[in-house]
């Protein structure tokens, strides 16, 4: 009888504490630094949400190794939906793989996941005077000109050096890595000259695209981007299977394992709120994003489903931080 009474009285506590959720300001981890797409994503769902809980909601930025610091400050939180934060399918996905055993958490077992809240695609650009004008012409070109062909990334296990890995492993055309501290200088030269071309998001890369600086082949998703739905997918391009091998790029939010039920559900329901909210919608457009909103079940089944996915490309990159 005594367990029972226990297991009613944590169940009743737990239900009150949800019900005066939130109490006091929750805090936002994003574990990047300021001033990129994931801060520009974050503050003003962070501000929308504050609106709809009747607390402030505090944006911290926690950036450094791959972003697996400000995820591990979050994973190590405690567990009472007070600390809540940024997860990508870079820190959550591809991250375990890219760091092994230096990863002082479980991705999946270690966070609560509450929330997916956009997708987003990578897009191929070439330097205009790489003779392609296709992905087919490209992987053609790489072929018949070995050493002649590279892309650039963000860095070593970055998505887009791993999208331009998935290219490699299913086109079997040598194309050389060139991993640099940002997109922002892979990008500079890539419209240099100095590599051919790289994969980066559809923000960064519509202005340079409109500039005639760079020239688009083809975006990862696996359907055209309503953002640029001239430019054809991979799979169109003579790229077979490389939506199932690692398309899916995303945003989600969230905070340490173990937080109660009822709390996760209050969270998931102002958070969806916020982010169909009509001015947040704006925003998403703003930055080629794509609302994708789910239960905090379904974004789990999504991470389990990418982290396996991502783990294979990792291992056929040999892209492991050692």
């Known amino acids: 009888m005594k367990p029972l009474i226990l297991v009613l009285g944590f169940a009743f506590s737990t239900l009150c504490a949800a019900q005066g959720f939130p109490s006091k300001p929750l805090r936002w981890i994003v574990p990047f630094p300021p001033g990129g797409s994931t801060d520009g ?59 092994g055993a230096k990863l002082p958490h479980d991705t999946i077992k270690d966070f609560t996941h509450i929330a997916l809240a956009v997708s987003y695609v990578n897009v191929l650009v070439v330097n205009p005077n790489v003779p392609a004008k296709s992905v087919g012409e490209l992987i053609a070109y790489a072929k018949a000109n070995p050493g002649k062909v590279s892309f650039g990334s963000a860095g070593n296990g970055s998505s887009n050096h791993l999208s331009g890995e998935v290219l490699k492993v299913l086109s079997k055309a040598p194309m050389e890595h060139i991993p640099y501290k940002g997109s922002g200088p892979a990008m500079t030269d890539v419209m240099a000259g100095n590599i051919s071309f790289m994969f980066d998001v559809l923000i960064t890369s ?96 999504v991470l389990k489903a990418d982290h396996a996915k991502w783990g294979k490309i990792v291992r056929a990159a040999g892209a492991r931080i050692d």
């Open 41 to 99: 994503f974050s503050r003003p769902l962070a501000a929308k949400l504050s609106e709809l809980l009747g607390q402030p909601v505090v944006v911290e930025n926690i950036g450094g190794a791959g972003a697996s610091i400000g995820s591990d400050r979050i994973a190590k939180s405690a567990p009472d939906g007070y600390t809540i934060g940024l997860a990508t399918t870079g820190s959550h996905a591809i991250n375990p793989h890219i760091y």
């Open 206 to 301: 519509i202005p340079q695209m409109n500039a005639g600086r760079v020239r688009a082949l083809a975006v990862t998703s696996a359907k055209r981007s309503p953002y640029v739905p001239d430019v054809p997918t991979m799979d169109e391009s003579g790229v077979p299977g490389y939506n199932e091998a690692g398309s899916d790029l995303w945003f989600g939010i969230v905070g340490p394992a173990g937080i109660p039920r009822p709390i996760v559900a209050r969270l998931n329901e102002k958070l969806i709120e916020a982010l169909r909210a009509p001015d947040m919608r704006q925003r998403i457009r703003i930055q080629a994003f794509d609302l994708w909103t789910s239960t905090p079940e379904e974004f789990s089944a």
